[in-house]
């Protein structure tokens, strides 16, 4: 085995270059283990969501020009499937609200839903319940139209 002159071997150096190469692109902003393994979950074989919806009960904040009033009809709910407590959950007794943002497409299927106040134990129930609803399309102007909003789960232990 050939050494530099610190002593270290050149494969050892190799594998530190490269262990500080992964570390430094995990910190400077690469994609985090915990959100790869979301989106891993959330639906692998489900169709991918529609780019640059329209954002319900947030308007933007930028100034524009005003061309007239939009007509805005928001997505009701047609399909609602309760959430499963997880055993751990149950057994835990954790109740309480999980409220999750997600996009509703055209078509009335909910994706890339993310959980905005969590509760540790209950919030995969709640992204797993939520993926199982459907709505009635969001329209503006009378065409459907890709839009994101919230969603409140309530957990009660019965």
Do not use: H
């Not at 494969?11 to 570390?23: D, F, I, S």
């Not at 979950?41 to 020009?65: I, M, Y």
């Not at 509760?119 to 503006?140: E, G």
Request: charged share 20%.
């Amino acid at each position: 085995m050939k050494t530099n002159g610190k002593g270290l071997t050149s494969t050892r150096r190799l594998l530190t270059v490269t262990v500080a190469a992964v570390a430094a692109s995990y910190l400077s902003g690469g994609p985090s283990l915990a959100r790869a393994a979301q989106e891993q979950r959330a639906a692998p074989s489900a169709a991918p969501c529609s780019p640059k919806p329209f954002r319900v009960g947030n308007p933007d904040s930028r100034p524009r020009l005003y061309v007239g009033p939009d007509k805005i009809s928001t997505p009701t709910r047609i399909v609602y499937v309760k959430p499963e407590y997880s055993e751990s959950a149950r057994t835990a007794k954790a109740q309480g609200i999980v409220v999750l943002e997600a996009q509703i497409e055209t078509d009335g299927r909910v994706c890339n839903p993310r959980v905005l106040r969590s509760i540790p134990l209950l919030d995969q129930s709640a992204i797993d319940a939520v993926l199982q609803w459907r709505f009635t399309p969001a329209k503006r102007n009378g065409v459907a139209v890709p839009v994101i909003t919230t969603m409140t789960v309530n957990f009660t232990l019965q």
